[in-house]
């Protein structure tokens, strides 16, 4: 870096929230925004805060975009008006509650489009994070030329659980405000408690800040120090407004009355200024932080304290633990207001150890004001724009919106949850009530065992349960005698038939060869494997050619895992042979198709002799595979674009009128599956905008604009009328929006890390 208050970069862009937005990350933003350009006066900063209301904050000139926390559109345009706005590096603040989409993964697509570098402070980072919250932290990550961490175990973590090099990382501590050292007495006066003695906590109020241990103490504080006064400053967290009201501070009140000591708890219900928190910190004997979670790795309240030379008392979360170390603070147990109450009073009868304490502390904190907080920031901003291994190419031209895929919607189990109970899932649905009278089919569980597999590969916790649950059904509607899988069962479990529809057998292959590839239960897969090999056969015997496609999905699932079969190949070739027939005896110009009518799942043909096509080296069975999904595509796109399958209200007879509805569910998966097998197989994206495109009848890019998939329960209704939705949920329907878009997350995570490991 050069020395003194110059730099080479000219223009910074910060994104976080900012002030007059009431939270913590805003304040910080705010404050690095304007410590970076108070010390480098010939560096222009602007700011790209995230709006969580409608209309947004009233932002001072430096905010120059402003992004829509729920709209991914926002997103995409804020990365449009960075690249072509002379930025030279973006400052991201990530925090996982701040952007939106599922853990904040709408922030993912404003990165991946930047073309400056890019360096990111991370506010939050998980010990035990969740499939996404790895997910989305590991690939901020990877975006990032630096990340910034502020604390030695923020540090530790980054590189041992989410496998950062250490040579990224630096580590800046929390600004702070440079404050003189005051003796508490000097403010006092300013609140009304001069000749008090004065414990304070501050920020924005939520029942994760454990208040209540504070009160619950004071009894035996009081006791012996009855001029004592505990003021608790701060606005209530504008989300538990918006959801719970001020039911949390109400209840703090209660407390204060219960426990007697009403008339030393003392609420200071606003959000207030910088100015005026430092004076009523400066007014503080003691400040006390009781967070009731461990798992806070940064905390600015305590920073700011620390730095104006407060004695201090805290929980020992991963932050305070660190910041306190050395006699800088005390530490008491979580919830414990017995220890606490003994902390205080030991600092209270101790002035001189208080007084060294507070000493200690000040020296610490002169290496975390703003003026040295953000020349450290500027060298690590200088280091990234020295290693970023790639700059904007000439004549670089921002892309427009339509060339970005819409962000998918959040993973909701609720009405899977719904359907399922100890038996399987069953398999329609009043609205959103289950039906028992229709009982239940092999058909739904094999799908609903093929997605509780899908959500094993995402990591998901639920997975387990789903799937033993759906592996028991399909084993009790096995029928040892027939080799077959009855299908329909009525709800006092009694089997309706010997031996269920084709499609149901070649839909339990499909699961149980996806099982035994995929499942991370061993437990699952002895069974799985008995059931697959006894049922195997008899797929020959069938006469249908769908029945024929979802079994070839399911023994190409299981000869990725167990390629030396022989039986399972044999039968894998005649089935794909039965396909490449078809094809060939009912192929003409204007009709590239397997039958004379296109009905039902009419993707998983081509679908299935695609893969097979790639597992046997068939060139023309890839042909095939690929002409007739083209065709289909073709086929099923509106004028205006959209996706339109074919209806069920009479399919569409060679040389007939096609059925336009009752659009099915089925549908849309059957093709957002075979495209995306064969953007996988031939890297050409248009099959990834095919799949994009069927994805997207679900949410409403249909005939009617009308959603099927209900956000409020995860679930899809049933079909899509000429006139208006069908608004039960049944098994059938949820589970093909549910595979659907499991594989788009899954294709979107495979395509992601081999980008990465290209570079």
């Not at 000749?195 to 208040?211: D, E, N, P, R, Y």
């Not at 609420?267 to 503080?284: M, P, T, W």
């Not at 006894?534 to 496609?549: D, K, M, V």
């Not at 590239?592 to 097979?612: D, F, M, T, V």
């Amino acid at each position: 870096m050069k020395k003194g208050n110059s730099s080479i970069i000219n223009r910074i862009a910060f994104i976080g929230n900012y002030l007059p937005r009431q939270c913590g990350i805003a304040t910080f933003t705010t404050d690095l925004c304007e410590a970076v350009a108070a010390q480098y006066s010939d560096t222009t900063c602007i700011a790209l805060p995230v709006n969580d209301i409608d209309g947004g904050y009233a932002y001072p000139s430096r905010v120059r975009f402003e992004l829509t926390e729920k709209d991914i559109e926002s997103y995409l345009r804020a990365a449009d008006f960075l690249n072509i706005n002379n930025v030279d590096l973006v400052c991201v603040q990530f925090e996982y509650g701040i952007f939106g989409g599922k853990v904040g993964s709408h922030i993912l697509s404003l990165l991946r489009e930047l073309r400056m570098p890019i360096v990111t402070t991370l506010h939050t980072i998980l010990k035990d994070p969740d499939p996404d919250q790895k997910r989305v932290l590991e690939e901020v990550a990877a975006l990032s030329d630096r990340l910034v961490v502020m604390s030695e175990r923020g540090l530790e973590f980054l590189h041992d659980i989410y496998n950062v090099s250490k040579k990224k990382i630096d580590l800046i501590p929390h600004g702070i405000p440079d404050v003189p050292f005051v003796d508490p007495s000097f403010n006092k006066d300013l609140f009304g408690v001069e000749g008090k003695t004065v414990l304070l906590s501050f920020g924005l109020l939520s029942a994760s800040k454990g208040i209540e241990t504070v009160i619950s103490a004071m009894p035996e504080i009081v006791a012996r120090y009855p001029d004592c006064v505990y003021m608790i400053v701060g606005a209530t967290h504008p989300h538990v407004i918006k959801n719970e009201g001020e039911t949390y501070r109400l209840s703090l009140q209660w407390l204060a009355e219960q426990k007697g000591v009403a008339g030393n708890v003392i609420f200071y219900n606003r959000f207030v200024s910088l100015e005026e928190l430092v004076e009523f910190i400066g007014a503080a004997d003691i400040y006390i932080t009781p967070y009731l979670n461990e798992a806070q790795i940064t905390s600015g309240t305590l920073a700011y304290t620390i730095g104006a030379g407060k004695a201090v008392i805290s929980t020992p979360y991963w932050y305070a633990q660190e910041i306190l170390s050395n006699g800088r603070g005390a530490l008491f147990p979580f919830r414990d207001h017995k220890a606490l109450a003994d902390q205080v009073i030991i600092l209270l009868d101790n002035e001189s150890e208080r007084q060294a304490m507070r000493k200690r502390a000040y020296v610490y904190g002169r290496t975390m004001i703003w003026s040295e907080v953000a020349q450290r920031y500027m060298e690590s901003f200088e280091r990234a724009r020295v290693e970023k291994r790639s700059y904007i190419p000439p004549g670089f031209i921002a892309k427009a919106l339509d060339k970005f895929p819409g962000e998918l919607p959040p993973l909701k189990l609720n009405h899977l949850d719904n359907l399922t109970d100890y038996t399987g899932i069953l398999q329609h649905s009043l609205f959103t009530v289950p039906n028992y009278s229709h009982g239940y089919t092999t058909d739904d569980n094999a799908r609903a065992l093929l997605v509780s597999i899908l959500l094993d590969k995402l990591g998901s916790h639920k997975s387990f349960g789903f799937a033993s649950r759906y592996l028991a059904f399909l084993g009790f509607a096995f029928n040892d005698k027939t080799k077959r899988f009855r299908n329909f069962m009525d709800y006092q479990r009694n089997w309706l038939e010997d031996k269920g529809s084709d499609d149901s057998h070649g839909r339990a292959l499909w699961a149980l060869g996806t099982a035994l590839n995929h499942s991370n239960a061993l437990v699952l897969k002895g069974l799985a494997s008995w059931l697959f090999e006894q049922s195997l056969s008899a797929i020959l015997l069938t006469s249908s050619p769908r029945a024929w496609a979802f079994a070839l999905i399911g023994i190409d699932e299981y000869l990725q895992k167990f390629a030396g079969d022989r039986r399972a190949s044999q039968v894998r070739d005649e089935l794909a042979g039965r396909l490449l027939t078809l094809y060939k005896n009912n192929r003409s110009e204007d009709w590239r198709w397997y039958e004379k009518e296109l009905s039902y799942c009419n993707a998983a043909l081509p679908h299935a002799l695609l893969i097979c096509g790639e597992s046997i080296y068939n060139k023309e069975m890839s042909d095939a595979g690929l002409e007739s999904l083209s065709w289909l595509a073709d086929l099923q796109r509106s004028k205006a674009g959209h996706f339109v399958p074919i209806g069920s209200n009479g399919f569409y007879q060679k040389d007939g009128i096609r059925a336009r509805f009752d659009q099915q569910p089925v549908e849309a998966q059957a093709m957002v599956s075979a495209c995306l097998e064969a953007f996988r197989i031939t890297d050409d994206k248009r099959w990834n905008k095919e799949a994009r495109r069927a994805f997207e009848w679900f949410l409403g890019r249909n005939d009617l604009n009308l959603s099927l998939y209900d956000p409020t329960t995860g679930g899809c209704r049933d079909g899509l009328h000429s006139d208006r939705l069908n608004e039960n949920q049944g098994a059938e329907s949820t589970l093909a929006f549910l595979q659907s878009l499991l594989e788009l997350r899954l294709a979107e995570q495979s395509h992601l890390s081999m980008e990465a490991l290209l570079k």
